[in-house]
Every structure is written in C-alpha cells, then in structure tokens.
C-alpha cells in the first residue's frame, strides 16, 4: 500500500480512501442520529454513569465539561486521569435515583476506597 502524499489546507476523504485502498465504514454502522440531541447539560451537575473501567459499576459522576452533545465525567471520587466522554443521549448515563429506584446499588469507582474516603471527609 502506497502512503498518501499529505496536502496542506485540505483533506478529501474520496481522495484519500482511493489513495489508500481502503473502504469506508457503511453509515448504517454508526448508532448516531443526523440531528444531534439537545445539551441541556450544564458543568458541575451529578448523575449516574457506568464506570468505563468496570461496566458492571454504577457510580455518581459529576458533568466537568460540554463539546456539542457529549458530556464530560468524572466520577465522584476520582481524579481528571479518568475523565470520559457519553453522549447526552447514551445509555450509560442515567439520573439520580435511577439506581434505587430500579433496585440497582451505586458502587465507588474502579480502585476507589470508600473507608478511606468516609474518614479523610469527616475530619
């Protein structure tokens, strides 16, 4: 496969992907809607969020940051290494009390212990 000579000031996907070879991904592989939900998001609002580094994990999440229709989290407890990104309209997040009202428990994030955390707030 030939590398593609790059161009300044502007990028052609038709000309790339003939360049390379390649085939591009059928829109009927993405999940996305054309028309992007709403962000009625605003920073420092609380949610639950899977975690993403132990999906059988519900956590308390704090939104630290807005780009379009994606969300920044960071789960409560955790430090901005672990910030991830969900669309507005995900799956994985959900609101407060979502948890308890369907039975479900709040778990701390992945490596979070939460006697330690208890003790180091009630000081």
């Given at each position: 496969m030939r590398k593609p000579v790059p161009q300044k000031g502007h990028f052609s996907?038709?000309?790339y992907l003939k360049e390379t070879g390649a085939t591009a991904a059928p829109a009927s592989c993405f999940r996305q809607s054309l028309t992007p939900p709403v962000n009625e998001f605003k920073a420092g609002m609380k949610l639950?969020?899977?975690?993403?580094?132990?999906t059988t994990s519900t956590c308390i999440a704090t939104v630290?940051?807005?780009?379009?229709?994606?969300?920044?989290?960071r789960l409560d407890g955790s430090d901005n290494k672990n910030d991830f990104w969900r669309l507005v309209d995900s799956s994985e997040i959900q609101p407060i009390g979502n948890c308890e009202k369907n039975g479900g428990m709040l778990q701390p994030p992945l490596g979070e212990d939460?006697?330690?955390?208890?003790?180091k707030h009630s000081r």
């Open positions: 996907w038709e000309k639950e969020a899977q975690d993403p580094r132990n630290v940051g807005l780009t379009g229709s994606r969300l920044r989290l939460l006697s330690m955390s208890s003790t």
